[in-house]
C-alpha cells in the first residue's frame, strides 16, 4: 500500500487549530524548553510563551508547512515572527479579535504608527468557537439579503400597530385608576 506525499501531509495537519486569516489578532502559546547547565547536570525546564500580533499574512494554505506572520508592537518597535501552525512546539492557537482585511498581505501595516497599528474589530469570547462566529455572520447576510420593501413596510405597520394598542392599554389603566380613586373619595365621605 502506496501513501502518497499528500496524503501524507494531510494526515499530519492539526485539527485543533482556528481558521487564521491576515487582519486577525491571535495569541500564540509556544512551548520553549530551556536548559541550564553543561552534561550530566543539565536541567531543563519547559514553559510556554505567549505572543499577541496582528496576523499579516498566510503562507502554505492548509497543508502540514503553512505558516503565519504575526506582528506586535513591544516597547515602541515592531517585531514580527514567523510561526509553522502545525509544529508541536506551538501549543494552541488563540483568537482574540477578528477584523476584515481586504488583502492577503497586510504588509502595508509595517509602516503604521500609533493608533493606526490596532485594528478594529469584534473582540471573540474565548468559550465561543469560531465557526459558531461565522456562520451567525452568514445567516445575517442572508437575511439582509432577503428582506425586501414590502416586508419591511409590513414590519413598520406592524410597529405602528404594536405602538397603539400599548397606548390604548395605557390610557384604559389610567382610566382604571382614575376610577378606583373616585370610589375611594366616596367611601372616605
Do not use: C, W
Not at 8 to 20: E, K, L, Q, V
Not at 36 to 65: C, H, S
Not at 121 to 145: F, H, Q, R, T, Y
Not at 156 to 180: G, H, L, R, T, Y
Request: hydrophobic fraction near 30%; glycine fraction near 8%; avoid cysteine.
Amino acid at each position: 500500500m502506496t501513501v502518497t506525499l499528500q496524503e501524507f501531509n494531510h494526515s499530519r495537519t492539526r485539527a485543533d487549530m482556528p481558521n487564521i486569516k491576515p487582519g486577525h489578532v491571535v495569541k500564540v502559546y509556544q512551548k520553549i524548553v530551556e536548559t541550564k547547565g553543561v552534561g550530566k547536570k543539565a536541567e531543563t525546564k519547559e514553559r510556554v510563551q505567549i505572543f499577541e500580533g496582528l496576523v499579516l499574512g498566510r503562507k502554505g494554505g492548509d497543508g502540514i508547512n503553512a505558516t503565519i506572520t504575526v506582528r506586535k508592537i513591544s516597547g515602541g518597535i515592531g517585531v514580527e515572527r514567523i510561526f509553522p501552525i502545525n509544529a508541536p512546539t506551538i501549543e494552541k492557537i488563540e483568537l482574540v479579535k477578528i477584523t476584515k482585511a481586504r488583502r492577503a498581505k497586510l504588509n502595508f501595516m509595517r509602516d503604521r504608527i500609533g493608533k493606526a497599528t490596532k485594528p478594529k474589530g469584534e473582540l471573540i469570547d474565548p468559550k465561543e468557537n469560531i465557526v459558531g462566529i461565522k456562520e451567525e455572520i452568514s445567516e445575517e447576510d442572508k437575511n439582509a439579503e432577503t428582506k425586501t420593501d414590502d416586508t419591511e413596510i409590513k414590519g413598520k405597520e406592524e410597529m405602528k400597530e404594536s405602538s397603539k394598542e400599548k397606548e390604548e392599554d395605557v390610557a384604559v389603566e389610567k382610566e382604571e385608576k382614575v376610577a378606583k380613586d373616585k370610589k375611594e373619595v366616596t367611601e372616605e365621605k
